[in-house]
Every structure is written in structure tokens, then in C-alpha cells.
């Protein structure tokens, strides 16, 4: 018989990502419907090895759906992946009598939390949070949403002076080492050429197509690329176009952090707060140590030490698409 939980923490942990604070809402409502006390937990597991915890109340969540960033703050803490750390850190939680964990956050996250719950008797659901959307078990990642329209958003504005200008652009996306945000946000922007690091980008072949194009007297043309891809980002394959292509104008655009911040999107905000309260419901009925996502719009569990050892990978049929597209 499984003991009862009745005091949960919350903490959102690694990069930040839009929705976290709508997650953070659900988690803490939740909780207080079921008569749970629910402590927040500040940056991260930073928060739980210094002890920085404080009771939240409903109001404490009040007016934070539409906000991004998270009030939890967020950071990525060395010490929590040393045992002296996380003993640190499970001391503290018992101090509050913290008995439950609710992890928004990433792959990286995620093995904190499977880490500490192999060791430990407080059980922790993952949610993920992450624009990067590079956790299998889910369709979606909270804040992946927002990040791809806030690209497709500034590459649209790119390609207005890339036309009046006939230049070439080579655009960075996030995403650290999975492509999902280039390849979403490529598409969507009719991009020639997307380069992410799931699959090897035959470069000769990239050249000869601008070749061709060039010689068609189409000088328009826009490269999304991965900032984890073969080459190391968008500048270096700027350079290796420039070099084979000196009469082409050739402008690199490097998108950066404007991509994980900003109001989340109505989708981030609908996942964010399904998945929190479905956190809280797992905590209750016992579902311990999973991470809770969305696969064909239902809820789904997959245990923490599953969780950290698959990648998402991308569907042969999307690079079917931008190749047919891009012709
Ligand atoms: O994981 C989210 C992410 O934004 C990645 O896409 C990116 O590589 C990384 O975080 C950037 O991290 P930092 O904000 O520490 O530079």
C-alpha cells in the first residue's frame, strides 16, 4: 500500500520555456482542490539543495497564464547530479514535510529526477517543458508551440528584406542537438533548405541547387538551419556557401533567445495546464516516478527510467515533404 501524498513541491528546471508558468497554475490548483499544500521551489533544483522553498496559495498563481518566463525562476544545477546534493536537497524537502515532486523541464531534468527517485522515497512525475520538443513519449513539449511561431514570426520578417534585397540567408534556429524547431519553422516559412542534425545534409548537393537556382536568376533563397547541425550553426554554413558562391549576397541570422521568450501560444497554454493537472491526479492515484505527456491527444505515462533513454525522432514523411517543397 502505497503511502499518501500530501504535500507536493513544484519546480521548473533547466532552459525555460513558454507555458511553464500556465503548468506551474495547474500544479498549484490542482493540488489545492485535492486539499494538498503545494510548495514552490525555487530555480530549480538549485532551490531544493539551498533550501528555497515557500507555501504557495491559489492567488499565488493568479494572473501568470499569459506570462512567460516562470516565477518559479530556473537555472541548471551542477550540485543536484552529486549524492552529497541531492541529500542536501531530499533533507530539505523533509524539513517542509514534502512528500510529492512535480519536475517541468527537459531531457536534463528528467535524469535529475530519475536520479533522485531511485534514491529517494519522494516521488517525482516529469512534465515536459522544453522548446527543443526532444523527449519521446509525447507529441508535444510545453513551449515548443510558442517557439516555432515566434520563428516563423521573424523569418517571415527576414525574407521581406531578403526580397527586396535578392540575398541568400542562412537562418539559426534553437533546439540544441534536434531539429524539430528548424523543421517546423522551415516549412512553414517555404524555406529551400533545412539543415538539422537528425539527418546528414549532403552540402555539395545544397551548393548545386543554389548553382542551378542562380543561374535561373532566383537569388532569393532561405537556408533554416539547426544550430546543433553537422556544420556548427548557421554562420560556419554561411561560409562554406559564401566561399563556393562569391557572387551570391549571402546574410546570416542568428534567432537566439527571442525564441524561448513571449506570451505562450492558446496550444502551450491548453498542454501546459492538462499536463500539470494530470501531474497532480498521478501524485494522487499513486502513478509514481513517470513522466506524464501527450501522445494521439491522450494522456500517457512513461516511467522516469524510460524516459531519458529515447530520443524523438523525426518522421521520415516530413523530410519527404521539404524536399518535394523545396523544388
Ligand atoms: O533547451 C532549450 C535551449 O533553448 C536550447 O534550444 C538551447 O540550445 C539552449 O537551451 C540554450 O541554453 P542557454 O540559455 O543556457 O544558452
Redesign the pocket.
Known sequence: MKKKVTKIGVLTS??D?PGMNACVRAVVRTGIYHGLEVFGIMRGYTGMVENDIFKMEGRSVANIIQRGGTILKTS?CKEFFTPEGRKKAYDNLKKHGIDGLVIIG?DGSFRGAQIFSNEYDIPCIGLPG???KDIAGTDFTIGFDTAVNTAVEAIDKVRDTMDAHDRLFIIEV???DAGY?ALHSGIATGAENILIPERKTDIEEVIRQLAEKERRHKLVNLIVVA??DEFGGANEVGKIIQERLPQQEVRVCILG?I??GGSPSCFDRLIASRMGYSAVECLIEGKYNVFVGIVNNRMHYTPLNDAVKKKQRISEEWMKIVKILAS
Open positions: 533547466g532552459g520555456s541548471r527537459g522544453t522548446i527543443d534553437m533546439g540544441r524547431i544550430e546543433g533567445h525564441q524561448r
